[in-house]
């Protein structure tokens, strides 16, 4: 599981030096996730199917970041809402973003 990955171009470099280093994908059944944290992941996660295998939906840092809010600032963080409507938006439009093979079962 690739956390925090920002850029298609991050995702392949990541993918690469993971093979670079005897974990190739889909050799022996290696299958390589990322995590769904951040807003480009979301609007781009037909492309980043094409890089990964699968993914997991990481709501906290998502929210923090659809928000712009940092969840841990004493000044800030009572904002910090994961049933926000625009927070809840976008953990919604994951499935439909993603290619039929990476469709929710």
Known sequence: MI??????????????TMAENGLKQNENGLEIYTMVEIPSNVILAE??????????????????????????????????????????KMIKMVPYNLPEKHKLK
């Open 3 to 16: 956390p925090f990955c920002r850029t298609l171009e991050e995702g392949k470099k990541v993918v690469a």
């Open 47 to 88: 492309k980043f199917a094409e890089i990964f295998d699968g993914f997991s939906i990481g709501s906290n840092d998502l929210t923090q970041l659809t928000l712009g809010i940092d969840r841990d600032s004493e000044l800030m963080g009572k904002l910090f809402d994961e049933n926000n409507e625009a927070a809840k």
